[in-house]
T-cell receptor, first 114, second 111 residues
Framework: EAEVAQSPRYKITEKSQAVAFWCDPI?????LYWYRQILGQGPELLVQ????????DSQLPKDRFSAERLKGVDSTLKIQPAELGDSAMYLCASSRGRVASPLHFGNGTRLTVT | TQLLEQSPQFLSIQEGENLTVYCNSS?????LQWYRQEPGEGPVLLVT?????EVKKLKRLTFQFGDARKDSSLHITAAQPGDTGLYLC???????????FGKGTKLSVKP
């Protein structure tokens, strides 16, 4: 079964540095999500794309976070500058976008900010 | 703002015991999904329920969607160590296909 690919798997960075995460969704999935998950808690939506357009970025800290999906396929999430509180798992998911469509998650990028 | 409350937050039981995990909200959802997540991996879908009162069974797991579509439960019969993980409920209600996740129930099944 096709999977959502994410890289890197782990990232350690110093505060105030820039960091970027990459996601390649399942082919044909129009909707792509970036979630942030604090250890042991549920995922929190950062941004949702429908094709190349952002449909929900209300919870994205736009002063330091940015996300793009230029060709409506793969996506990049960037943090600049990183802060200690950004340490978390960053999960990418994709779906067909229909109501009740299941989300298919990648295995995430574990970010540690020192 | 739609919120999903999951309880209990943590659950530690012995192999062979039964358990129930709850997911509650004051909001109505058009669908509700349950996911299971193992350490270091992304959540994996277990089931989707869309009709009020719906009951779905998946081997030893039984999922129920409340009549008013505001709550759901997950019951596991004869839990096994392989059931250990973080169980997440997620409610869908928007036309954009977005999901709101609960904070999860961390289940540990000891042999």
């Amino acid at each position: 079964e096709a999977e959502v690919a994410q890289s890197p798997r782990y990232k350690i960075t110093e505060k105030s540095q820039a960091v970027a995460f990459w996601c390649d969704p399942i082919s044909g999935h129009a909707t792509l999500y970036w979630y942030r998950q604090i250890l042991g808690q549920g995922p929190e939506l950062l941004v949702q794309f429908q094709d190349e357009s952002v449909v929900d970025d209300s919870q994205l800290p736009k002063d330091r976070f940015s996300a793009e999906r230029l060709k409506g396929v793969d996506s990049t999430l960037k943090i600049q500058p990183a802060e200690l509180g950004d340490s978390a798992m960053y999960l990418c998911a994709s779906s067909r976008g229909r109501v009740a469509s299941p989300l298919h998650f990648g295995n995430g990028t574990r970010l540690t900010v020192t | 703002t739609q919120l999903l409350e999951q309880s209990p937050q943590f659950l530690s039981i012995q192999e062979g015991e039964n358990l129930t995990v709850y997911c509650n909200s004051s909001s109505v959802f058009s669908s509700l999904q349950w996911y299971r997540q193992e350490p270091g991996e992304g959540p994996v879908l277990l089931v989707t329920v869309v009709t009020g009162g719906e009951v779905k069974k998946l081997k030893r797991l039984t999922f129920q969607f409340g009549d008013a579509r505001k709550d759901s439960s997950l019951h596991i019969t004869a839990a096994q160590p392989g059931d250990t993980g973080l169980y997440l409920c997620a409610g869908g209600g928007g036309s954009q296909g977005n999901l709101i996740f609960g904070k999860g129930t961390k289940l540990s099944v000891k042999p």
